[in-house]
């Protein structure tokens, strides 16, 4: 999918052939066995994986998730994005991302743990606040990345808060973090219902996942007056048309550890949901959630793309067909997330702290930049958000390349 996005792209801005392999090809890929002692006393070895995709705009940036789907494939391709995303918010940054293939939730405390630090070792010479600063994803959290922190500075034999992002306040993380991601959907969604005249107060919005980007989203979405009529994670979901009681499902989560059961609405399934009527539709989940089988059939007024990849190029093909669904792209939609791990760096960098209504505003004013460049030459050069937003980022990417030349 990335390739392919990439491909339509370079041929769009007859980017040189010569030009396309090192915009494409990943700068690193580093693959490690990170074995650790289980709680019963056997050994079990993961594989871990980090991938730098460029590094001509700064050092690298990008996510550590804990998922038992990754490989290196996916690892490349959400660094190639996280490139193109760090460029059209203008970050001084290339694109990484890295992970571990285990399931977290079938892993202790201590166990996952020492996947954390084994993992952090094997790749410690790879990562630093000038070369590569990991953050949060799927299946991690702030401990990880305090973990990740500490396994750091012990190797240094000082404290290194700037290795990673996404860390607890009281370790050098930033207010605001984890929220980012999920306040950022929520904002820009603000954004398109201005452009597209609808009125939040009677609105209703429909969000797939209901981890940190989706619960936050729809938090964020309801405080700007959107009615949230449906939300599921990977064990269901439920709907009600009258909106759900966020704060009781909310509570219900924490307790239960999935919206399954939930008594405030119907059961539904995450194929039903994606096809509900509805103006607001966020896919907060996995990648490639709306295909070409179903791409038709989604019934929303702005898809605003919470999770990496969640419309494959198929489905592409065939909502840019339908003028009536206005896309936020997620290269532009989930960026809160790396714009506040910017900030949380810079801080870490200067050992000085913002308070929250600085780190919003701050975020905010990227965003609106951002969604006021792509939506201009959307509609100036008559092409999809998605490829404006390709066209920003890829642009900036190759211009910085060509401007700092090939080294010999």
């Avoid at 500075?153 to 973090?177: A, E, N």
């Avoid at 729809?218 to 439920?238: E, N, P, Q, T, Y």
Wanted: net charge neutral; aromatic share 8%; glycine share 10%.
């Amino acid at each position: 999918m990335a390739c392919q996005q990439f491909d339509l792209v370079a041929d769009y801005l007859q980017i040189p052939t010569d030009d396309r392999e090192r915009l494409k090809v990943p700068k690193r890929s580093l693959t490690v066995a990170v074995p650790i002692h289980r709680d019963d006393g056997s050994t079990q070895v993961f594989q871990g994986y980090r991938v730098q995709h460029h590094l001509s705009l700064g050092p690298t940036k990008g996510g550590m998730r804990f998922h038992p789907d990754v490989e290196l494939g996916e690892v490349a391709a959400l660094a190639m994005w996280m490139s193109w995303k760090c460029a059209l918010t203008n970050l001084p940054y290339g694109g990484a991302k890295g992970g571990v293939n285990c399931d977290p939730r079938k892993l202790s405390v201590t166990e996952l743990e020492r996947v954390t630090r084994r993992f952090t070792q094997e790749i410690i010479s790879f990562i630093g606040p000038q070369v590569d600063i990991p953050a949060p994803d799927m299946g991690t959290n702030e401990q990880t990345m305090a973990w990740m922190m500490d396994t750091y500075s012990v190797h240094m034999g000082y404290s290194v808060p700037g290795v990673v992002t996404g860390k607890p306040v009281l370790l050098g993380g930033s207010v605001g973090r984890r929220e980012a991601t999920g306040r950022g959907v929520g904002y820009l969604a603000n954004r398109a219902m201005d452009v597209l005249g609808l009125e939040s107060s009677k609105a209703t919005a429909v969000v797939q996942g209901f981890g940190n980007v989706g619960s936050v989203a729809a938090f964020s979405l309801a405080r700007f007056g959107v009615k949230i009529i449906a939300v599921s994670d990977a064990f269901g979901g439920v709907y009600n048309q009258a909106g759900l009681d966020l704060i009781a499902l909310d509570k219900y989560v924490t307790a239960n550890r999935s919206i399954a059961g939930f008594p405030g609405g119907d059961l539904i399934s995450n194929e039903q949901l994606l096809e509900l009527q509805c103006d607001i539709l966020v896919p907060a989940a996995m990648e490639r959630q709306i295909t070409g089988a179903n791409a038709a059939k989604i019934k929303c007024r702005i898809l605003a793309e919470g999770a990496n990849g969640p419309t494959t190029p198929e489905a592409d093909k065939i909502i840019d067909q339908r003028e009536e669904i206005f896309v936020i792209p997620d290269i532009l939609c989930n960026s809160g997330g790396v714009v506040v791990s910017y900030f949380e760096w810079v801080q870490d960098l200067q050992s000085f702290f913002w308070n929250e209504s600085e780190v919003v505003d701050k975020l905010f004013r990227i965003l609106e930049n951002a969604f006021t460049q792509t939506l201009t030459l959307s509609r100036k050069n008559k092409v999809s958000m998605r490829t404006a937003a390709l066209i920003l980022g890829i642009q900036r990417v190759h211009q910085a390349k060509k401007m700092r030349g090939l080294f010999p």
